[in-house]
C-alpha cells in the first residue's frame, strides 16, 4: 500500500470517526451540544484536525445529513418493496418515514429541520438527498391524477409526512392518534387514485 493510499484512508477514517461522534452526541444532548471543541475532546484530536476535514458545525452537520439521508432511503426502499398496491406502497413510505424521525430525532433535524449548506432540490444535491426523494417520488407518482405534477405532489406528501412529524414531537399532537393521522393523509391522497 502506498503512502497516499494510507494517508487518504486515515483521513476518510478520520471524517468519519467526527460524523459518528457528532451523531452521537446530538442523539444524547442535542445539537446544541455539538461543538468542535468538545468534538475534538471526544475524538481526541486536536481542534486543526478537525477543521482540516471540516469548516465548523454546519459543515459537519452536513455531513451527517448526507449520511442520514442515505440511510433514510435505505428504510423507505425497504418498507415500499415489503408493501403491495399503490396504497399500501405510500403507507408504507409513509410508516418508515415518521418512524425513522421519531427514532432519530437529531438526525432528522440535521436533515430536515436546521439550516445546512446543501443545494436540496437541484441536480447538484449529493446523491443520498436525490434517492431519498426518488423514494418519496417512487411511492407518489402511481397515485398521481392526470395533469398533477408527480415532483410538487411528491413535495406536498413530504411536507405533510413532515408536518406530522414536527407537530408532534413539539407537543402539539399528541402522540396517540399518528397512525390514525398517517392514515388520513395517505387516504387522501390515495382517494383519486382509487376512483
Do not use: N
Amino acid at each position: 500500500m502506498s503512502i497516499q493510499t494510507r494517508k487518504e484512508r486515515e483521513r476518510a477514517e478520520r471524517e468519519r470517526l467526527i460524523v459518528t461522534a457528532a451523531r452521537e452526541l446530538a442523539e444524547a444532548e442535542g445539537w446544541e451540544a455539538v461543538t468542535t471543541r468538545r468534538l475534538a475532546a471526544e475524538i481526541e484530536y486536536s481542534q486543526p484536525v478537525l477543521y482540516s476535514h471540516f469548516k465548523g458545525k454546519e459543515a459537519i452537520m452536513a455531513a451527517v445529513a448526507v449520511q442520514g439521508c442515505a440511510e433514510l432511503a435505505a428504510e423507505m426502499r425497504t418498507a415500499s418493496r415489503a408493501a403491495k398496491g399503490k396504497r399500501g406502497k405510500l403507507t408504507a413510505v409513509g410508516e418508515a418515514y415518521t418512524a425513522f424521525a421519531r427514532r432519530r430525532p437529531a438526525l432528522y433535524d440535521a436533515m430536515f429541520t436546521h439550516r445546512v449548506d446543501l443545494p436540496f432540490a437541484t441536480p447538484e444535491a449529493p446523491a443520498p438527498l436525490q434517492e431519498a426523494f426518488a423514494e418519496l417520488l417512487a411511492a407518489v407518482e402511481p397515485i398521481a391524477a392526470e395533469g398533477d405534477d408527480p415532483d410538487l405532489l411528491t413535495e406536498t406528501y413530504w411536507a405533510g409526512l413532515h408536518g406530522l412529524v414536527t407537530l408532534m414531537r413539539s407537543g402539539r399532537l399528541p402522540e396517540g392518534a399518528h397512525e390514525r393521522r398517517l392514515e388520513l393523509l395517505t387516504g387522501h391522497f390515495t382517494a383519486e387514485a382509487s376512483r
